[in-house]
């Protein structure tokens, strides 16, 4: 009885948050995480995106949060999956996952890193979490159907890793 209150609290606590891939040329929009204190990503390339706020869908934040950290607006996007990451045991974040290839309006500055367009096959020579590179593959693959992905990390050090509740050798 104790383990199951300590999962439905731990299910409870998890962060929601959003990551988009835009995708123009062969390049993704990458963030490098650079700007902010106490930053779980410092110093890692991640797509762009955030946290839920009060009564928002993951469509939602997904395009506020695009729009905030590169002032593009996203006109045409597809939801690829739901991405769940725990982390030593305290840490626990459901992230929605898109890709996008159209948009409008004017690249800015972004006040959470620095934004580059990163050619594709470049991509897996950056410092990012392993577990990116596993879902990167994925979003690759526009056939690819929507997928639940699970990504357990001891430290920064994946230890598992299951996509739609089957293990994925690492």
């Given at each position: 009885m104790i383990a199951s209150r300590m999962q439905k609290k731990t299910f409870n606590a998890m962060k929601q948050t959003t990551l988009c891939y835009l995708e123009n040329d062969g390049k993704y929009l990458m963030l490098h995480r650079t700007k902010k204190q106490n930053d779980i990503n410092h110093d890692k390339w991640i797509g762009v995106g955030g946290k839920f706020e009060?009564?928002?869908t993951p469509e939602q934040c997904?395009?506020?949060e695009v729009?905030?950290?590169t002032g593009f607006s996203v006109t045409k996007w597809k939801y690829r999956g739901?991405?769940?990451f725990y982390l030593n045991e305290s840490y626990g974040e459901t992230m929605h996952l898109f890709s996008c290839l159209e948009w409008n309006g004017k690249q800015k500055v972004c006040d959470e890193g620095d934004l580059e367009w990163i050619d594709k096959q470049k991509l897996a020579e950056l410092p990012m979490w392993e577990g990116d590179k596993i879902f990167l593959k994925l979003v690759n693959n526009l056939d690819e159907p929507f997928f639940?992905?699970?990504?357990?990390?001891q430290g920064e050090?994946?230890?598992?890793?299951?996509?739609?509740g089957?293990?994925?050798a690492l």
């Open positions: 009060e009564g928002e997904m395009l506020r729009f905030e950290e739901v991405v769940t639940n992905l699970k990504l357990v990390y050090k994946l230890i598992s890793a299951e996509k739609d089957v293990s994925i």
